[in-house]
Structures are given as structure tokens and as C-alpha cells.
Nanobody
Framework: QVQLAESGGGVVQAGGSLRLSCAAS????????MGWYRRAPGKERELVAT???????NYADSVKGRFTISRDNAENTVYLQMNSLKPEDTAVYYC????????WGQGTPVTVSS
């Protein structure tokens, strides 16, 4: 069993930045994909960004050019650098891992004030 622990959420003004981190509790089977999803109030969960253990990335159109996903395979950690934040980025952000099966973090809230 793998637990995912997220950190880095908070409240920021529009135009600001936040960096989310997600650490897995133990070494992860490879190949694997880690990433971030989010759920805004009253909306469905949506993909934000993913990154494979080989370094291939995928982004939602709404965050391209503003968010950057990266990972440290040695530390079993994935990061999401969020710049130029907008109020519509307000959501609970969930860390995601797929390695044979899916794992989810508990979520970390991000609030962007206008």
C-alpha cells in the first residue's frame, strides 16, 4: 500500500504563485504516472497535469504556460509549480499515482482571491 501526502496549498492573490508537493510513502513500481487533479466547488474533478516516471508530461489546456509539473524519482515526490494563478484555479488539488493500481491523496485546498 502507498500513501500520498500533499502539502503546499493555501490562499494567494490572483497573479501569485504556489508550489504543491506530494510524497509517496515508499518506493513506487516503475513505470508509473504521478500527477494532479482538482475539483472546484460545484464542478467535476478534472485533470491538471501528469508526469510519467520517464519524464513525459501532460497538461490541461487551462493551465498550460502557467503550471509546471516535475518529479524527483529518488524521493518518490511530484511537484506542481503554479504561477499566474487565477480565481478559477480555486479548488482542492489531489495528488494521483498510477502504478499497477491507482492511489489518491487526501487533497490540499488552493484559494485564489481576486
Amino acid at each position: 500500500q502507498v500513501q500520498l501526502a500533499e502539502s503546499g496549498g493555501g490562499v494567494v492573490q490572483a497573479g501569485g504563485s504556489l508550489r504543491l508537493s506530494c510524497a509517496a510513502s515508499r518506493s513506487i513500481y516503475r513505470p508509473n504516472t504521478m500527477g494532479w487533479y482538482r475539483r472546484a466547488p460545484g464542478k467535476e474533478r478534472e485533470l491538471v497535469a501528469t508526469i510519467t516516471s520517464g519524464g513525459n508530461t501532460n497538461y490541461a489546456d487551462s493551465v498550460k504556460g502557467r503550471f509546471t509539473i516535475s518529479r524527483d524519482n529518488a524521493e518518490n515526490t511530484v511537484y506542481l509549480q503554479m504561477n499566474s494563478l487565477k480565481p478559477e484555479d480555486t479548488a482542492v488539488y489531489y495528488c494521483y499515482l498510477v502504478a499497477i493500481r491507482e492511489y489518491w491523496g487526501q487533497g490540499t485546498p488552493v484559494t485564489v482571491s481576486s
